[in-house]
DNA sequence: GCCGTTTTCGGCCCGACTGTTTTCAGTCG
C-alpha cells in the first residue's frame, strides 16, 4: 500500500464514523491523519522500515494510527475497516452528498426507514414517510427531493482556469453595484487549488441587502439557495455554488483570511489564538471584548506574530514551521520566466507555425523557446522521424540567423516506447538543443514496467527532462501508477529535471510531487505544452501550482537564461 | 484519536443559516 491507499483508508475511517455518530474530534483526527499523509512526500513504508526513525513523529499521528499504518503496509487491510464497511453499506455514505444531509439525518433515514439507496430515499419522500421522521419536516423533504439529481451526478470539481472565468465574469458584474466598496474572490480559488469546488465572494459594504440584490441578479444564477443578513449562496451553472459573504470595512482582512482557508489552516491559526488569550472570527482578532485587529490580513497574523502568508502556501503544511523560523520562500512569479521549453507546431499536432510560435512567445517576453514536436510512434500526431526533424531543425537554424535578442531551441518530446527505449536513436538525439521525453502508451502497465520506463529514459545522456510525469488528466485520467520516489533519486543522480506541465487539465507534477522534487535537489521545468499561439497563456496556471509547492524562482530552472539553463542540463554551449 | 513549558486528562475554531423548534440541533464552510 502506498500513501495515498492509507490516507484513503483513513479518510473512509473517519466518513464511516462520523456517519456513526463518533466523536468528532475522532472523525477529525482520521481526517487530519489522511490529509497528513496524501501531502507527505516520502513513503510511509521507507519510514516504518528505517528502525532509526518512529511514525508517530509525523504530526497528528498517534500510537493508533501508527499501529493502524503498520497493519495496512503488512495486510494491505484493517480489519475494523473492514467491519465498518460490513455495518454501513457504501449506498448509504451516498445519501451524504445531497445538500442539506449530514451524518445525523443520513443515520436517522437508515435507522428508521431502512433506507439504503438514493432511490429508496426517493420513494420515501414521494410517499411522505421523511417529513413523519423526528427533525424532519415538510421543508426537509422537499430539500432532499430538490437535491437528490446534485448527489446523482458525481461532484464535479472545475479546473481552476475555468472558475476563473466565472470568478472573474461575477466580480465584473459585481463591480457595478455603487455600494461595494472592496470585493475579492477567497476560498480555494485563491488559493490556487487545481480545481475548485465553489467560489466565495467577498464585498465590504455597508448596504448588504444592495449587495445581496445584485447578486440576485447575476447572469447565470439558476437558483437561490440562502439568503440571510450578511451571507447568501446560489447556483450557477454547472451545478457551482456560488457564496457572497458581505462585511464592514473593520472586518475586511479578517473575513478575507478566514474565507481563504484553507480549513486547517485556520484550525491551527485559532489554536495558536487561543494560546495567547485572544479569539479569531471573521470579523476581527479579539482580546476579551477588544477587537486588536481586523481591517487587513497582515494585521490579523501580525497579531499571532506571524507574517502574511501567500494563499498558496496556506494549506498546513510548511507554511507554519517555515514562518516560526523566518523561512518562508519568496515564491515565484510569472515574470520570473524566461523561457518555455515544451511547445508544438504545424509539423505535428500543433495548429500554428514555427514562426506563429516565435512571434507569439516574443509578443509575451520570453527570451527563448524550444519547439518539441512529437516523435514518429505518436502517428496521431503524425510524429516525426529523424529525417522530418533534421528538416525543422534546419527550419530553426535559418530563423535564429534571423532573430535579435531571442532564440529558437532545436528539439524533440521523444516518446518512451511501451517496450522500455526511446523513439529516436541517440545519433539523432545527440544534435538536440533540448529533450524532453515522455510516455503517451502502455500508460495502465504495472508499477515496475512505467517505472522502469521513465528511468530508462532518464538514463539516456541526451535526454534533458521527463515531461508530464504522472500522465494525469484531472477530472478524467488517472496518474500512471509509477514510483516518482525511484524516478527522483534516478533524476537527481543524473542531473535531469523535472517537467511541471502548465496546462490546467494536466498540471503535473502536481504541487505535493514538485516539494518532493524540490526535496531532491531536481530543478523543476514549467512548461505550457502549447498547441497553439494562445497556449502559451497556460504559464500562468503552472506559476500557481508551482507556487503552491513553495517554489522560488531559484527552484524553476526557466527563470533563468538559456546559457545558465546549459550549465544546469550540462548540454554543450550552443 | 491526538496532544502537552498551565498537561497524561480534558480540551480540541467559530459563526451563519435553516428548519423544526418553543430554545435548539444539524449542516455548512
Known sequence: MNNSDISAAFDE??????????????????????????????????????????????????????????????TGSLPQLEELRAQTPASVMALMRIPGL???????????????????????????????????????????????????????????????????????QLRKCQSIAQLEVAGSY???????GD?????????????????????????????????????????????????????????????????????????????????????????GEERIAGATEEEVYEAMDLPWFPPELREARQEFQWAAVGKLPELIELADI????????????????????????????????????????????????????????????????????????????VDILERGGLDLPDDVLVRADWVVASVHYGQNQPREQITERIIGALENPYVSAIAHPTGRLINRRKSYDVDLEAVFQVAHKHGKLMELNANPARLDLDDVACAAAKRHGIPIVISTDAHSTDQLDVMRYGIIQARRAG????????????????????????
Open 199 to 287: 467560489l466565495d465572494i467577498l464585498a465590504v459594504s455597508s448596504q448588504p441587502d444592495e449587495v445581496m440584490d445584485a447578486f440576485v441578479a447575476l447572469d447565470g444564477r439558476e437558483a437561490t439557495l440562502a439568503r440571510g443578513d450578511t451571507r447568501m449562496a446560489i447556483r450557477m451553472a454547472r451545478g457551482l455554488q456560488v457564496d457572497l459573504r458581505v462585511v464592514l470595512a473593520e472586518s475586511f482582512g479578517a473575513a478575507l483570511q478566514y474565507f481563504t482557508g484553507s480549513k486547517a489552516h485556520n484550525v491551527i491559526l485559532r489554536g495558536m489564538a487561543k494560546d495567547r488569550g485572544l479569539k479569531i472570527n471573521e470579523y476581527g482578532v479579539y482580546r
Open 338 to 413: 524566461r523561457g518555455d521549453l515544451h511547445m508544438h507546431t504545424t509539423y505535428t499536432d500543433g495548429r500554428a507555425t514555427l514562426d506563429e510560435m516565435v512571434l507569439a512567445a516574443r509578443e509575451r517576453g520570453l527570451k527563448y523557446i524550444a519547439i518539441t514536436d512529437h516523435s514518429k510512434r505518436v502517428t496521431m500526431a503524425r510524429g516525426l522521424d529523424g529525417e522530418r526533424l533534421g528538416k525543422q531543425w534546419d527550419e530553426i537554424d535559418q530563423l535564429n540567423a534571423t532573430l535579435d535578442g531571442f532564440q529558437v531551441l532545436k528539439g524533440v518530446e
Open 13 to 74: 475511517l473517519g466518513d464511516l464514523l462520523e456517519f456513526q455518530g463518533a466523536n468528532p474530534f475522532r472523525v477529525r483526527a482520521y481526517r487530519n491523519a489522511a490529509r497528513t499523509l496524501k501531502d507527505l512526500g516520502e513513503p510511509l513504508a521507507t519510514i516504518a522500515a528505517n528502525p532509526a526513525r518512529k511514525l508517530t513523529d509525523i504530526q497528528g499521528i498517534g500510537a493508533d494510527l501508527a499501529d493502524k499504518i503498520g497493519v495496512l503496509l503488512a
Open 551 to 574: 517554489l522560488t524562482k531559484a527552484d524553476v530552472a526557466n527563470t533563468r537564461t538559456w546559457k545558465q539553463m546549459q550549465k544546469l542540463v550540462g548540454r554543450k554551449q550552443a
Open 102 to 172: 449530514g451524518p445525523k439525518k443520513a443515520a436517522v433515514l437508515f435507522k428508521e426507514l431502512a433506507i439504503q439507496t438514493l432511490d429508496q430515499l426517493r420513494a420515501a419522500c414521494e410517499a411522505h414517510q421523511v417529513q413523519e421522521l423526528k427533525g424532519f419536516g415538510k421543508k426537509t423533504e422537499e430539500t432532499i427531493l430538490a437535491g437528490l439529481p446534485l448527489a446523482a451526478q458525481a461532484e464535479v470539481r472545475l479546473y481552476w482556469a475555468e472558475a476563473d472565468v466565472v470568478a472573474q465574469d461575477i466580480l465584473r
Open 190 to 196: 485563491r488559493r490556487g487549488r487545481e480545481t475548485v
